[in-house]
Structure formats: structure tokens, C-alpha cells
């Protein structure tokens, strides 16, 4: 950054400390009553300010030329021939030196404090030749770029390059065909479009240009465009004249009502009243901007990046043609535009002109609703003491909110404190009649930081409460906060997590009188936590997109009468005698069941006393006629035969069943025939993909 261009920006910031400085002594003077809080915080504004100016002038005075070396080496050179051609005594040499010098070099001092001394310590500060040429070198690649044609602007870069080219020339820094390469690249780079294709077309063939004839066109381009200046003044005049009538303080009349008012054509009551097409009518008369609606110019050189927030297209949105049906409810399908008071009015766009020096303020009005500039709003937060299990007052952060009918406490803040927790079956209901169930209630109590006040409340139990508050850091650097408020939450602007919320049980209960007003539409309100911030934040740069709503509805009328139905519905049942079978086999599982060694459960299968076991009839021979069956259908399939085959070779190795031998009495007992069934999991000719398992069959 260059000396002009630190002294320019450091210009604006005087002049901005200048200006809050002038609205403090004026908000003094006009009013006649004052509250020491606002007095407070105006007096911390002015401290601020001052630290700020004093922060200021330091900057100016580390503003130092990046030629500075160069300069006191001349300056230096310069000084020595002038004190060799005088006949001066070692004072009067050693005041002239100190005289000539100026910057950081005139604070030097040396131990002895004569001439000699004094000029040696000036020689081995400045006398540093790889410092000097680096300066130059840095001087050239930083050149400034010519971004329109200008001769100021071409004179400026030709001296540039030839100073320090000249300057690197006497500390023997010649130039050859590498180093005239890369100057003709750097100087050319420079240049403006109409200098660089003028250039080009001087040129006849491919080769390389020359670096020197490169300067001889530009000193020839130099004065040509001194030239044309000097024969065509009147345009650069007529502007002038143009912009000094801009400027102007008088009063100019509404194109639409004809009074005489601060107010423009868009902000005007009677403007916006008309029927769209006498807008566009008049609009057309007054000779206005389609886009921007101003009276100063025309729509082809509006510089607005603004446009019709309906179609996007180039006019303005008072002059949009509702005449397409549309399909979108927040659009409203009429052939004019709904006329709505500012509080119906959700989207408000604000947007400064810089195309005209009188800083024309448009304003555009949607008649359709969206979200994409909805305020962003602050939430009572305070730093709240909660007693824990063991009598430990722990700090916890809470919400308070007024149009909640219970208090809420999350899951972790819950297990922090470890105070006993009541089953309850509470629903709460939310916007659009959204309801969830609580099953956990604690009872705890609250106190502030001095402890003076203490309150007994039940906090039902959620797993969260919201995510973090504020969902992004907002910046307080400019906030008139006075230094005597003591806030309730210090940290109100550093996203947190919410461990509490506060109803309207006891809300304005926690409120005092005090209230401070800090912005626009913010509020320092006093209450026995210390002062809640709350109120709309007007910090551009900030976008809150995520919206809380802590409305909460507690739904125990419902629980009740759902209690109520249940009682109702609810019969008694008497229980008749039980059956003789039933008590059969009752009596018949007490005394049969038991339990293997192995863990496993046997349950014997009763049998109807008066049925002997031989009217179960004869069953093997149906058994086997299954069996075999169910062998030839396994003959043709090979691989559910293997299925079948190891699932039986399991089920003996479990002893699920066991091999009957042949002395057995094989018509005693009865024979329950079984097939196999196959669970698909991939697909049917998939086997290997495939479970088998036997279903007992019981008539």
C-alpha cells in the first residue's frame, strides 16, 4: 500500500470519528433531562472514541516513503559535498547535518554526538545497497495499473519506470536482453486496453519488441493524449456542472403529490396508491428510471444491481404486471399488486445508488411473503443458579420466555445437578398442535448471583431444548452497553447451548422497572438476574437463519380425559370356575415339567384321562406312508436330500431324537408324520442360499 493510499483511508477514519463525535455534543444539547445510565454509556462512547483517535495519529505517524532509503542516501551525498566546500567548524557541520535530516533518520543519536560520529551512524543505517535496489526493483513491479486511458495516469508510469531505472543504472546495474524482456512484460501488463492495442499495432512481425522503443510509443502516446485533453475541455466540464447540480441542497418536489418533501417518487403514499398503469404512465412523463424510479437518470445508466423482486427482470416492483396466473401461494395471481400497510409488508430491500453523488436512497416493496429477510431477533438469555443434589448452588444458562406455560430442563443439566427424578406422562403441545410425550419431572430451586431471591420450581425433563443461542456469534464491539450494567447473561453473543427455560410461571415475577434502550429496536430490560439484552438485531452482516419458538402448551386436561374414557370402558370381569379339563391340565403341567441339568425346559403333553392310549388309533401306518413320499420327492432333488439328510444327522447329535430299537414295542405310542419346508432368502434355485427345517404335523 502506498503513503497517498494509507493517508486516504487513514482521512475517512478521522472523518468517521469526527461525525460520532458531532452527534454526541448535539444529543447533549438538544435534550434537557438526562439518566445517569445514558449518561454513562455516552461518556464510555466518547473514552472509545478518544483511545481511537490517539490509536489514529500513531498510524500516521508510521506512514514512511518506500523510496526512504534511497532519499536520505542522496540526501546524505548531497550534505557531504556541501560541508566539504565549506570551511565550518564540527559544531556547525554537526547542526547543519541535524537540520538536513528528516524522518526516522533525524531521531538517530551517538554516543560522542559530533560530526563524524553522527554521519558514520547515518552511512551504516542508509548506506545498504542490496535495501536500495530491492526498493527499486519493488517500485517497478508494483507500478500502478492504468485502468482507463488517461495522460496523468501514462505520465505518472513513465516516470516511475524511468526514475528507478536510472537510479539502479548508478549503482551499476546495467541492463541487458533478459532483463529489457521482462520490463517490456511488467511495463506492458500496465498499461490500459486501448494503450496495449495501440502498442500491438506498431508492431510488424514476431520478434521480440524493443524495451526503449516500447517508451519511445508511450512518450509519443503521452502526447497525443495531452493533446486531445487540451482541444476538448467542455465535456469534462459539463460534468463537472452536472455533478455540482446534483449536489445541491434545494428542496425538489414528489413527481406524484407536487410537494415539496425529502420523500422520493417510491416512497411516496399517492404513488402507491395509483392503478399500475397511471404508475407506469407517470413514470414515463416524469422521464424516471424504470428500475430505481429516480428523476436524475434514465434505466440505461442506472448502476442499480437491484430489479423486480417478482420476475427478476430490469423495473421496478410497484411497476410489475400481476397479469400471468401463478401457481405460487405468497405470489398474489391479480393484475395489480395488493396495496399493504408496512406492517403486512414482510421483505423490505434497501439499496444505495452510488451512481449519483446525492446518494439516492430506493427502497422496493414485495407484496409476497419470503423469509430471505426476516429480522433476526435476540432472546432473553440470564445466567441462573440451580441447587443440586448435595446443596450446591451450579450456574446454568436459561431461556425466558413468557408464552410457555411450563418450565424445561435439558437431559444433561438434569444429570449434572442428580436430584431425584418423578415419573409423570405429561404431553406438551407446540405450533401446528405438534406434541410430545414427558415422563421425567424434577423439582429444584433457583436463586441469582447475590442469592437473594429464591424460587421452588418444577422443570419437566427433554432431551434438548434448542441448539445453540445465538445460532451465530453477533459482533457488540459498536453496542452502547454502560459500563455500571450488570447483564444477566455477559456472554449473550456467543453461541451456547440452553440448559433451562423459564415460563410464564414466574416471568414477570424475575422483571424490574429499568429499562435501557441501547439501538433502534433494542432493550437493556433490568430483572433480579441482571440486565436481559433482547430486541432485533440490526447488524447486516449477520444472517440468523435458524428461528426459535419456545410456545409450549401444557396438554394435562387431555391425560385427564383420557383417564376418564378408560374408567368408562373399563368392565368388570369375573372370572367363572374353571372347566375339569382346565384344572386336568393344570394339575398335569405342576406335576410333569421340569428342568435338565443342561438348562432345558420338559413339558410332557397331557393326555384325556378317560381316552386310553389305544383309541389313538394306528398311526404308523400313515407315518410311514408320508415317509415315503417324502422320500421320492427327495430322490429327484439330490441337494434338498443332502439338506434333509444333515439336518437329521443334527437333530440326533442334539439329542432331539434318538434311534428306536427293535425291541420295541413299535405299535405302542402314536406316530406324528412330518415334511420338510425350505425359508427362501436369495431365490428358489438359489439352495445354497437356502434353510430347511421339518414341520410336525398333528391331526
Known amino acids: 500500500m502506498t503513503s497517498e493510499t494509507e493517508i486516504t483511508t487513514l482521512n475517512r477514519k478521522r472523518g468517521n470519528i469526527k461525525s460520532q463525535i458531532t452527534k454526541l455534543a448535539n444529543a447533549l444539547v438538544d435534550k434537557t433531562e438526562h439518566s445517569i445510565p445514558k449518561l454513562q454509556a455516552q461518556l464510555d462512547i466518547v473514552s472509545r472514541l478518544q483511545e481511537k483517535f490517539e490509536l489514529l495519529k500513531n498510524d500516521y505517524y508510521k506512514i514512511t516513503n518506500t523510496t526512504e532509503f534511497a532519499d536520505v542516501e542522496s540526501s546524505l551525498d548531497s550534505v557531504e559535498d556541501d560541508l566539504l566546500n565549506l570551511e565550518l567548524s564540527d559544531n556547525e557541520k554537526l547542526h547543519y547535518l541535524r537540520g538536513s535530516l528528516k524522518g526516522e533518520a533525524k531521531i538517530i543519536e551517538t ?40 495522460s496523468e495516469d501514462l505520465r505518472i508510469l513513465l516516470d516511475n519506470v524511468k526514475k528507478n531505472l536510472r537510479s539502479l543504472k548508478i549503482l551499476d546495474f546495467e541492463r541487458d536482453k533478459l532483463s529489457n524482456a521482462l520490463l517490456l512484460n511488467v ?22 519488441p524493443d524495451f526503449d522503443a516500447c517508451l519511445e510509443f508511450l512518450e509519443r502516446r503521452y502526447q497525443i493524449l495531452c493533446s486531445i485533453h487540451n482541444n476538448n475541455p467542455t465535456k469534462s466540464n ?44 407517470l413514470v414515463k412523463k416524469l422521464r424516471a428510471c424504470l428500475n430505481c424510479l429516480s428523476e436524475f437518470h434514465v434505466i440505461s445508466a442506472c448502476n442499480s444491481k437491484r430489479s423486480c423482486f417478482v420476475c427478476k427482470k430490469k ?9 400471468t396466473p401463478t401457481t405460487d401461494p405468497n405470489v398474489f395471481p391479480s393484475s395489480e399488486p395488493p396495496v399493504a400497510s408496512p406492517a403486512d409488508m414482510c421483505s423490505v430491500q434497501e439499496v444505495v445508488n452510488n451512481s449519483e453523488s446525492n446518494s439516492f436512497l430506493e ?21 441462573i443458579y440451580v441447587k443440586d443434589s448435595k446443596g450446591i448452588r451450579r450456574p446454568l444458562r436459561a431461556i425466558l420466555d413468557c408464552a410457555s406455560e411450563s418450565s424445561f430442563i435439558s437431559s444433561n443439566a438434569a444429570n449434572v445437578l442428580g436430584l431425584k427424578k418423578q415419573k409423570v406422562n405429561i404431553p406438551i403441545c407446540g405450533l401446528k398442535d405438534a406434541s410430545i ?90 430483572s433480579c438476574f441482571g440486565y436481559l439484552v433482547s430486541g432485533n438485531i440490526s447488524d447486516n452482516n449477520l ?8 410456545l409450549t402448551k401444557n396438554l394435562e386436561a387431555l391425560n385427564k380425559t383420557l383417564t376418564n374414557f378408560w374408567e368408562i370402558e373399563d368392565v368388570d370381569y369375573q372370572k367363572t370356575c374353571n372347566s375339569e379339563e382346565l384344572n386336568y391340565c393344570n394339575e398335569h403341567f405342576a406335576k410333569t415339567h421340569f428342568r435338565k441339568a443342561d438348562g432345558k425346559y420338559v413339558v410332557c403333553m397331557p393326555l384325556k384321562p378317560e381316552f386310553p392310549e389305544t383309541m389313538l388309533g394306528n398311526s404308523k401306518m400313515i407315518a410311514s406312508k408320508r415317509l415315503d413320499q417324502l422320500w421320492t420327492r427327495l430322490e429327484r432333488d439330490p441337494t ?37 419346508q425350505i425359508t427362501k432368502r436369495l431365490s428358489y434355485e438359489s439352495y445354497s442360499t437356502l434353510a430347511l427345517k421339518l414341520v410336525v404335523v398333528i391331526p
Open 363 to 383: 427502497h422496493s416493496r414485495a407484496s409476497f411473503h419470503t423469509n430471505r429477510n426476516c429480522k433476526s431477533v435476540l432472546i432473553n438469555s440470564a445466567i
Open 315 to 323: 423495473h421496478h416492483t410497484l411497476l410489475h404486471k400481476y397479469s
Open 437 to 526: 410425550n414427558i415422563n421425567r419431572r424434577i423439582s429444584a430451586q433457583i436463586s441469582n448471583a447475590k442469592n437473594d431471591s429464591q424460587w421452588d420450581i418444577d422443570f419437566l425433563l427433554v432431551p434438548k431444548i434448542s441448539h445453540l443461542s445465538p445460532s451465530k456469534k453477533i459482533n457488540v464491539e459498536h453496542w452502547n452497553i454502560p459500563n455500571n450494567v450488570q447483564l444477566a447473561d455477559p456472554t449473550f453473543f456467543i453461541p451456547q447451548k440452553v440448559d433451562l427455560l423459564l415460563g410464564a410461571e414466574l416471568f414477570f415475577a424475575f422483571l424490574e422497572k429499568d429499562k435501557i434502550k441501547i439501538g433502534n429496536n433494542l432493550f437493556l430490560q433490568s
Open 640 to 676: 434338498m436330500k443332502a439338506l434333509y439328510s444333515d439336518f437329521l444327522n443334527e437333530y440326533e447329535s442334539l439329542h432331539h431324537m434318538e434311534e428306536v430299537k427293535e425291541d420295541t414295542d413299535l405299535d405302542a405310542g402314536y406316530y406324528l408324520p412330518h415334511h420338510d
Open 238 to 281: 459539463s460534468e463537472r456542472s452536472k455533478s455540482f447540480f446534483i449536489k445541491s441542497n434545494k428542496p425538489k418536489k414528489c413527481g406524484a403529490c407536487n410537494n415539496q418533501t425529502t420523500h422520493s417518487l417510491y416512497q411516496c403514499d399517492k404513488f402507491k396508491a395509483m392503478k399500475l398503469s397511471d404508475r407506469t404512465e
Open 111 to 150: 554516543a560522542d554526538d559530533d560530526f563524524s560520529s553522527l554521519f558514520k551512524a547515518l552511512e551504516q543505517r542508509y548506506e545498504n545497497k542490496r535495501v536500495i535496489v530491492d526498493c527499486h526493483i519493488k517500485n517497478i513491479l508494483n507500478l500502478q495499473v492504468m485502468k482507463r486511458e488517461s
Open 543 to 550: 444472517d440468523i437463519s435458524t428461528k426459535y419458538c419456545f
Open 187 to 208: 511495463v506492458l501488463d500496465k498499461l490500459d486496453r486501448e494503450t496495449r492495442k495501440q502498442f500491438e499495432l506498431t508492431l510488424k512481425d514476431n520478434e521480440v
